[in-house]
């Protein structure tokens, strides 16, 4: 299934929070990691994408 989707959901000691959109302009997503990229204190994802053969740094 494709998905042009992207979004993340905080953990709780209960489960998972609800549902918070990062885009919705990403196409066929095939992998993410993440990490802190720049150092700023922030978790950063990196998304590759081979539909459109992109590799995209979404950060807060
Ligand atoms: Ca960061």
Avoid: C, H
């Avoid at 204190?41 to 740094?57: A, E, L, M, P």
């Amino acid at each position: 299934m494709r998905t042009t989707k992207l979004s993340w959901y905080k953990n709780t000691p209960d489960g998972f929070n609800g549902e918070v959109n990062i885009t919705s302009a990403v196409f066929d997503p095939n992998k993410a990691d993440t990490g802190d990229i720049d150092g700023d204190g922030y978790i950063d994802i990196v998304v590759s994408s081979g539909t459109d053969k992109k590799i995209t740094w979404y950060q807060k």
